[in-house]
């Protein structure tokens, strides 16, 4: 089952179910108005737009043509958006970074941090930044959405409150990461809005894709129309997202509608840029940066500036599974 939010002038907008190939839809909101009215009563209502997307499926409802431009983020305002780090290669490149945690205890148990989540990104919304000169950084992430979790939960518990899956930008503006870490509380200024792909999917839709609390796709990431990084997202991740969950809930109890982020993906290798067709690249400019420096002494790739243009993709079987999220960086 498929499921995205179109807008129709309110703020959580029109939940509506999408076909398998993401051609067409139609609206849900005889079951519930918004996907957090479904999240919050889903063991009754999720059986529901199951069936409405098996009728669409299948036909004997014709739907409307889909068009992501007119997808807000699925959940456009969350109860709560938490990011993790679920893949040590991307710690350990990023650790030489100014203001970086400890690498011992990125290892014992996953980083953990809470992003705005007021106001999600659409998938086509611009990448807005007060100054050309901050640094403009993407991070190609999946994210599940879950039901509501015990404070204390097992990794059983976490793993069966998974509800949905798709897949983020979570910006970055590097030049305010260190500030943020040395003198405030963590991630803020250097955080700004997240930006969702129009779809998400449920677990057992994406078949022998998602095993062991895992995406096993790549997710391919072009900047200005090149190839940049394809990791797959199954690969090297070393905290997997029951693993997440079990961390957020370690002192909280977490509410249905939690989105809860895997991290930038990250594969090990030693290739530089540019990525072959064939290669694996990376899925945030930073990782790139760092393994320039140790390649050839200095960082080469430039952060993002007005006008540059990121798209971001899960893919299978040449198709995009939870729609593009695609991006333009744009001054405020």
């Not at 079951?31 to 299948?58: G, M």
């Not at 953990?112 to 106001?119: A, F, N, P, T």
């Not at 991630?187 to 994406?206: D, N, Q």
């Not at 079990?246 to 090990?268: F, K, Q």
Request: some cysteine; overall charge negative.
């Amino acid at each position: 089952m498929k499921l995205a939010t179109l807008k129709n002038g309110r703020p959580d907008g029109q939940l509506v179910v999408v076909s398998a190939d993401l051609t067409r839809f139609v609206s849900a909101g005889r079951i519930a108005a918004s996907l957090q009215a479904a999240l919050d009563d889903w063991a009754v209502l999720s059986p529901q737009l199951s069936a409405l997307a098996s009728q669409l499926d299948a036909s004997a409802i014709s739907g409307q043509p889909f068009d992501p431009a007119h997808a807000l983020a699925p959940l456009p305002r969350a109860y709560q958006w938490i990011d993790g780090s679920g893949y040590l290669s991307h710690l350990e490149r990023v650790r030489t970074l100014k203001g970086s945690k400890d690498e011992q205890l990125q290892s014992t148990w996953p980083l953990l941090y809470q992003g705005g989540s007021d106001s999600l990104s659409a998938p086509t919304d611009p990448i807005v930044a007060t100054d050309p000169e901050l640094a403009v950084d993407f991070e190609a992430e999946v994210a599940v959405i879950i039901g509501a979790v015990p404070m204390g939960a097992t990794r059983q518990q976490a793993a069966a409150a998974i509800r949905l899956v798709t897949i983020c930008n979570d910006v970055s503006l590097r030049r305010l990461v260190l500030d943020d870490l040395q003198n405030g509380f963590g991630f803020f200024h250097s955080k700004p809005s997240t930006a969702f792909a129009p779809i998400v999917v449920t677990p057992e839709s994406l078949g022998a894709a998602w095993r062991d609390n895992r995406l096993h796709l790549p997710v391919r990431v072009e900047v200005n129309g090149l190839l940049f990084g394809q990791p797959n997202a199954g690969t090297d991740m070393h905290f997997d997202f029951a693993d997440l969950i079990v961390e957020a809930a370690r002192t909280r109890n977490l509410a249905a509608g939690t989105i809860i982020g895997g991290g930038t993906v990250s594969n090990r290798h030693d290739e530089g840029l540019p990525t072959k067709r064939d290669g694996i690249g990376f899925a945030c400019i930073a990782e790139a940066r760092t393994v320039e420096k140790l390649k050839y002494g200095r960082a080469r790739t430039p952060f993002l500036k007005p006008g540059d243009s990121v798209r971001i993709a899960a893919i299978a079987d040449g198709r995009s599974v939870f729609g593009d999220i695609d991006q333009k960086v744009a001054l405020a």
